[in-house]
């Protein structure tokens, strides 16, 4: 996984890509966890994500909870395979997806 992360009028656009599994996720925790006190949204752009587990999707819950009492989060560009995830769990319920 790779991450690319740019800083807008305290606005965090995260660019993602590859998989967010057991293994990157603590990777991806950490570079959300060390800009929410600054952030006043982040954007997790999920155009070349290929797949997404329990633990990324404990992450996003975290950032999700974390950023509600700010700007909030938003999740962009997800394909269709995230999308189905995102739905049998009901995630997309929850998050803001664009």
Avoid: W
């Avoid at 700007?71 to 395979?81: A, E, H, P, R, Y």
């Amino acid at each position: 996984m790779t991450v690319t992360k740019t800083e807008q009028n305290g606005c965090f656009s995260f660019e993602i890509e590859g998989r967010v599994d057991t293994i990157t996720a603590p990777e991806l925790e950490k570079e959300i966890r060390d800009c929410t006190d600054k952030a006043e949204s982040i954007v997790l752009d999920f155009a070349k994500v290929e797949y997404i587990s329990s633990a990324g999707l404990r992450v996003l819950l975290f950032a999700h909870k974390t950023m509600a009492k700010k700007g909030g989060l938003t999740i962009k560009n997800v394909n269709s395979d995230i999308v189905e995830i995102f739905e049998v769990t009901g995630f997309s319920d929850i998050l803001n997806i664009q």
